[in-house]
């Protein structure tokens, strides 16, 4: 038990303390961990003497921290609790405390590389019958290999900021497009893994390794233009309908605080190569939640994600390419069984086919702007307690001429 007495019983208890970086009174922005409704202050920890990091935790993201790798990790982690549990400790520590309200979160990372996959087979199919009607849902490759594309790292950005309805070429059912903004504007609620300690050209990761490399997750928004995207996909797949906005949370859990979560996946069938043979085959039991201007309207379950974490990192790198700290790595969008449970609108209203019809009595396909979307979510801690992983919060702004 913590010596902070809001902790009890908080998601954001000691046995979750997410890392995040935070801007407080005209300082720039400074490492912390979250714990209950405050930030302990790490990079006054570290000035302070508290915790031994070599300087990592006094920089501006936590990418010099992420390079130390998993034994530095869990040795922080355990000083942090001790600090926060220890009465001793609590004199010296109290003044660190920030409230949340006196802070502005900032983007945690320095993305090297960001990778978005393709691995519920939940959402795969859906959207392979609205964009394929009367063919196969799924591509032949899909059970073979976690599908994924490369983004672009420029444009992840933190929760809170706004997003410009993105312009592209639009298709017209003509054959010839017209250039304007996307009117199908959606969502994609996603978690992505953040990497630690890199690798050399050449050297792939194995499905054992995920925890070696892998410091923990967030929760992403990768937006996507629909329409921009249906006229350019083919065939090379993504790319302007996506690359113009990715949204992230600002807390960043490790994988230590999720040891209770990790459940059976869905088993492969047909079997996989050897080299995405993960033996556990386990996933992560998250809960997400979809907020659209304030009404839940979708509860997606990680659980159902047929690609693993593991088998998404070992495919990533079996080529031989390279990690670099600060690499993200997304799951493709999250969706379930149910309506209720897709991660993106597209589903939700079906290809725009099914209007929803908000609390306020509005009716939405798509996006409108001044639409605000929040996606939150939960994971199951030890002895019954919850960690919160957080949110992830977007606005849209009207689209700017070209």
Excluded at 65 to 75: D, S
Excluded at 92 to 109: H, K, M, N, S
Excluded at 369 to 391: E, F, K, M, Q
Aim: glycine letters at 12%.
């Amino acid at each position: 038990m913590s010596w902070l007495t809001a902790a009890a019983g908080s998601p954001y208890g000691i046995h979750n303390l997410p890392y995040g970086v935070f801007a407080h009174a005209g300082r720039p922005a400074r490492i912390g961990v979250r714990i209950a409704d405050a930030v302990l202050d790490l990079a006054g920890a570290e000035e302070a003497g508290l915790i031994l990091a070599g300087g990592a935790l006094r920089e501006p993201t936590l990418n010099a921290f992420l390079a130390l790798g998993r034994p530095q990790w869990t040795a922080v982690r355990h000083r942090i609790v001790e600090l926060l549990t220890e009465p001793e400790h609590e004199a010296a520590v109290r003044p660190l405390l920030i409230p949340l309200t006196e802070v502005a979160l900032r983007l945690p990372i320095e993305v090297a590389d960001y990778v978005d996959f393709y691995s519920s087979e939940q959402h795969a199919s859906n959207v392979g019958q609205i964009f394929r009607p009367g063919q196969p849902a799924l591509p032949p490759n899909w059970k073979h290999l976690p599908i994924g594309y490369h983004g672009r790292a420029g444009t992840v950005v933190v929760s809170d900021t706004p997003v410009v309805r993105p312009c592209g070429q639009l298709p017209t059912g003509a054959g010839t497009p017209v250039f304007g903004p996307s009117g199908k504007l959606d969502i994609e609620a996603e978690v992505g893994f953040v990497v630690g300690p890199g690798t050399r050209l050449g050297e792939p990761v194995g499905v054992a390794d995920l925890h070696d490399h892998v410091f923990g997750l967030l929760l992403v928004n990768d937006w996507s233009a629909r329409d921009i995207q249906a006229w350019e996909y083919q065939p090379l797949g993504p790319f302007l309908g996506k690359s113009f906005a990715t949204s992230v949370s600002p807390w960043l859990v490790p994988l230590d605080a999720l040891a209770d979560a990790w459940v059976p996946a869905p088993v492969p069938e047909p079997p996989v190569l050897d080299y995405l043979r993960d033996v556990p085959h386990l996933g992560l039991d998250l809960r997400l939640a979809v907020d659209w201007n304030g009404d839940r309207v979708s509860e997606p379950p990680f659980a159902t994600m047929y690609w693993t974490p593991a088998q998404q990192l070992a495919h990533l790198t079996v080529n031989g390419a390279t990690l670099r700290t600060g690499d993200l790595f997304a799951s493709g969008t999250v969706s379930g069984p149910r309506r209720d449970q897709v991660g993106s609108f597209l589903e939700l209203t079906w290809g725009g086919r099914e209007p929803l019809t908000l609390s306020d009595g509005s009716t939405r396909t798509f996006l409108a702007d001044g639409d605000t979307v929040t996606i939150s979510g939960t994971a199951p801690g030890p002895d019954g307690t919850t960690v919160g992983l957080g949110a992830v919060t977007g606005t849209v702004r009207p689209a700017r001429a070209a």
